[in-house]
């Protein structure tokens, strides 16, 4: 019973979140507010379902914040440039992959911490977003580009397919291939995968590509917003990310987490972003509500393994 509870917790409180909203804000229920929520999510969930892989092999990535805003810039200059909008957005993906590479060949063949090299790599992503645009904005970009993120595939924001698309398959990814099967063994106890045979670099140089590729995705669906490159985007987003992993029953210890919990967790915390706004309350104290989860998430999850 107590473990059925703690498998229903996560959607009791979604559940409940979007009844006590619906109760404190007439605005909450409305066709507008709901889609912008969803496409609001879809960015940081897909962010987080690549955090999730990482977490759970047991590593970490505080550069994604930073990375989006640096994919979300190559992409849309390269539209300013004269490129067509679908290869600019594929090179701005793959430029976000090529970054995990590097912040995995960091981890793994200069064996710098993953916090350590992931930090530095968010002020090195930053600053370089920040040195090729001159800190100003990318605006002269195709209108068809704003179908990506503002576009609907029938009654669906294609943000939310493509967020259905990657959950899926990350979630197959983790439960029915080897790359899944190693990422749960990696995090759950490193020495014992390597002495069974696991390349541990191999597959850690993957989870950080998968991450960035996704970082990238996700960068280029926020350029398409806001239909503008901007160098500042992503602000704070590794914390959501993290956040969505850890309250959606992953552990910062690795070898614990799934795509569906993370899945809820992102709209958890989405729901509270916009109840915060809906309700006039400062994005100062958002910014501590999220930081008080992390903690509570973390001693909670530090609790179960203690009592494990």
Request: charged letters at 10%; a positive charge.
């Amino acid at each position: 019973m107590k473990d059925l509870l703690k498998k229903l917790l996560p959607f009791l409180t979604l559940l409940f979140l979007f009844l006590l909203l619906s109760i404190l804000s007439p605005y909450f229920l409305t066709v507008d507010n709901l889609s912008t929520v969803a496409r609001q999510t879809a960015v940081i969930n897909i962010i987080a379902i690549g955090m999730t892989l990482v977490i759970v092999s047991g590593g970490v990535d505080l550069s994604v914040g930073a990375v989006l805003a640096l994919c979300g810039i190559c992409g849309t200059l390269l539209m300013e440039k004269g490129m067509g909008v679908l290869p600019a957005t594929l090179l701005g993906i793959l430029t976000g992959a090529g970054w995990g590479l590097l912040t995995g060949l960091t981890i793994t063949s200069l064996r710098v911490p993953a916090f350590i090299a992931t930090l530095g790599g968010l002020g090195m992503a930053r600053g370089l977003t920040l040195l090729i645009t001159d800190g100003r904005p990318v605006t002269d970009v195709p209108k068809s580009f704003a179908r990506l993120g503002d576009g609907n595939l029938g009654l669906i924001p294609i943000p939310v397919v493509l967020l259905i698309v990657v959950a899926v398959t990350i979630s197959c990814v983790l439960r029915y291939t080897r790359l899944g099967r190693c990422a749960y063994a990696i995090g759950g106890n490193a020495q014992a995968a390597y002495l069974s045979g696991i390349d541990l670099r191999s597959y850690r140089l993957a989870f950080y590509s998968i991450l960035g590729g996704l970082t990238g995705l996700a960068g280029m669906i926020e350029a398409s917003r806001l239909v503008t490159g901007q160098p500042t985007a992503g602000e704070g987003y590794e914390l959501r990310a993290i956040a969505a992993v850890v309250v959606g029953g992953g552990s910062l210890t690795g070898g614990a987490g799934t795509v569906l919990g993370t899945t809820v967790a992102s709209f958890i915390m989405s729901l509270l972003n916009n109840g915060c706004n809906l309700l006039g309350i400062s994005p100062f104290i958002q910014q501590i509500l999220i930081g008080g989860i992390i903690v509570l998430a973390v001693a909670a999850d530090e609790y179960r393994r203690r009592h494990t």
